[in-house]
């Protein structure tokens, strides 16, 4: 079962931030926080993953809270082309684990 | 994008036959994964492979086998098609650093069964 909870829906004005958030409550201390996302029937793609600290790259910023139970996926502004689902996903730092998808956040940046 | 195909990329097949779907990578990657995605489900992990004729089962892998003879293709094996076995199919790979493990997919197979 997906160790993590999020939202089955969210809208998104163009141009604004989105964003997304993720309850892991049961997160294990060496468990990393990865978010994918998978655009209408395509595979899905690999956004940002961490451990606890924040993260950013060119795509959007992760922030964990300090007790990491929770985090939040900023796109810090929304296009059409990130409506997507999005997946938070907890995964230990082992090479051969596998991902494991819960059913995501339908996210829709409307115009 | 990384250089993962999947064939073929649409088939429809009868209840009782075998079916093989093959992903084919150009990364040298070391890991290989298949999944599945229903309505109303995020994916699930079918088989992966860790090398050449290394495989472990995944979570929903009744009904299905997987081979792996050389780096580049990763091959799943429906042996007798069913009805529950109408998904679409998505092949991963990664090439794990550390504790970083991304996978990049494929574009999909979509397999109905009738």
């Known amino acids: 079962d997906a160790k993590t909870t999020q939202p089955p829906s969210m809208d998104c004005a163009e141009g604004r931030a989105a964003n997304l958030p993720c309850n892991h409550s049961t997160i294990s201390g060496n468990e990393y926080v990865y978010w994918y996302r998978q655009i209408h029937s395509q595979g899905p793609q690999y956004i940002i993953h961490?451990?606890?600290n924040n993260e950013t790259n060119e795509m959007a910023s992760l922030i964990i809270t300090e007790d990491r139970k929770s985090s939040t996926l900023i796109l810090p502004h929304a296009t059409l082309r990130d409506t997507a689902v999005y997946y938070c996903?907890?995964?230990?730092?082992?090479?051969?684990?596998?991902?494991?998808f819960g059913t995501g956040t339908r996210l829709q940046v409307f115009p | 994008d990384a250089g993962i195909t999947q064939s073929p990329r649409h088939k429809v097949t009868e209840t009782g036959t075998p079916v093989t779907l093959r992903c084919h990578q150009t990364?040298?990657?070391?890991?290989m994964y298949w999944y599945r995605q229903d309505p109303g489900h995020g994916l699930r992990l079918i088989h992966y492979?860790?090398?050449?004729?290394?495989?472990d089962k995944g979570e929903v892998s009744d009904g299905y086998s997987v081979s792996r003879s050389k780096t580049e293709d990763f091959l799943l094996t429906l042996e007798s098609a069913t009805s529950s076995q109408t998904s679409v199919y998505f092949c991963a790979i990664s090439e794990a650093s550390g504790d970083y493990n991304e996978q990049f997919f494929g574009p999909g197979t979509r397999l109905t069964v009738l």
């Open positions: 996903i907890v995964k230990p730092p082992y090479n051969t684990d596998k991902l494991i």
């Open positions: 961490g451990l606890k």
């Open positions: 492979s860790y090398g050449v004729k290394d495989t």
């Open positions: 990364e040298n990657h070391r890991y």
